[in-house]
């Protein structure tokens, strides 16, 4: 399983980032995908999901009108939409394939001024 998370950047507040996931080594189109986030000296908390299918997702009440997740079954990728960015946002943000107990390197996101 491979796990290569990328998109990630400094961002003033309001602005937008787009996450990316490439996954490999596992049949991606049969895995729910799960993006989580840790901020600096705080656990690491689940953000949004997606179904196997991509007909279902769904957010964190803190991202709720502000993030979306998506998936391309035949790209073996994961999106993570994330618009109107805060402070708080900050953090290394991770994707997460169901089934299997990997974590990638993740990717920096900075919201600051």
């Known amino acids: 399983v491979q796990l290569v998370e990328s998109g990630g950047g400094l961002v003033q507040p309001g602005g937008s980032l787009r996450p990316s996931c490439a996954a490999s080594g596992f049949t991606f189109s049969e895995s729910a995908m799960s993006w989580y986030r840790q901020a600096p000296g705080k656990e690491r908390e689940w953000v949004s999901y997606?179904?196997?299918?991509?007909?279902?997702?769904r957010v964190a009440p803190f991202a709720r009108g502000r993030f979306t997740t998506s998936r391309d079954n035949g790209k073996n990728m994961a999106f993570l939409q994330m618009n109107r960015l805060r402070p708080e946002d900050t953090g290394v943000y991770y994707c997460?394939?169901?089934?299997?107990?990997?974590w990638g390197q993740g990717t920096q996101v900075t919201v600051s001024s």
């Open positions: 997606v179904a196997s299918n991509g007909l279902s997702s």
């Open positions: 997460s394939a169901a089934g299997f107990d990997y």
